[in-house]
């Protein structure tokens, strides 16, 4: 949730203070995501300057400015480990709606997490 108050926050700070129901990857086109599978493929070129855009890559593999005068300017979000463990949890056990996603005890998913085996549950 932390990215995603961000996003929130950003877009109404470039758009007055304005509220929406268009959902937020709508207006904050999510990078990894953008196949078009749920939301349309964002045309980048065409997006409203100054364009808002989430992602989970490391930097060093994040596309970067070509102008020396449109420089990309980034905010990192760091989490207590607790916390991405804990929605981690809640997002993966979620996912049992699709029948695919965790179906365990807290306590087995905190241990697995913390050895560095949360990934194997999506």
């Not at 990192?76 to 480990?81: D, H, L, Q, S």
Request: charged share 20%.
């Amino acid at each position: 949730l932390g990215t995603t108050w961000v996003q929130e926050i950003l877009w109404q700070m470039f758009n007055e203070g304005q509220t929406t129901s268009d959902h937020i990857l709508e207006r904050v086109p999510f990078l990894e995501m953008a196949t078009g599978r749920v939301f349309p493929k964002p045309n980048y070129n065409t997006l409203p300057s100054p364009r808002i855009v989430k992602t989970h890559l490391p930097y060093n593999v994040i596309p970067k400015s070509t102008n020396e005068h449109s420089k990309c300017k980034y905010i990192y979000i760091a989490r207590n480990p607790k916390d991405v463990a804990v929605s981690f949890f809640e997002f993966t056990a979620n996912l049992k709606i699709m029948e695919n996603g965790y179906n365990g005890p807290w306590e087995f998913y905190a241990k697995s997490f913390v050895e560095g085996k949360g990934k194997t549950f999506c």
